[in-house]
């Protein structure tokens, strides 16, 4: 993703999806799927993170995801963070 182009709403949803389709490979994900119910481990959390972190450049913790293991939680905590970051980088 270009630096210049700032992800809209759905662009930031399709990679938090896609981040756990391409680790846990899985063709959908569903709101209520879990993390680990779908055989994540410590190992596919780098994996989402890393590629959260080079797609979105927004900073993720593994921590998050084993704390929010339901994806519809961890993608409104990615979510946010990616609007705190927009906003952190508009008011400089």
Known sequence: MSDSVEPGADV???????????ALGVPE????DDFFELG???L???RIVSY????LQVEVEMLQV????????FRS????SVA?????AHER
Request: charged share 35%.
């Open 44 to 46: 596919l959390v780098t």
């Open 66 to 73: 084993f704390d929010t293991s339901c994806f519809g939680e």
């Open 29 to 32: 994900i569903a709101d209520d």
């Open 77 to 80: 905590v990615v979510e946010e």
């Open 12 to 22: 930031v949803a399709w990679h938090i999806t896609e981040s756990w389709r391409r």
């Open 40 to 42: 994540g481990n410590s």
């Open 52 to 55: 959260l972190r080079r797609e």
């Open 84 to 88: 705190r970051s927009k906003e952190s």
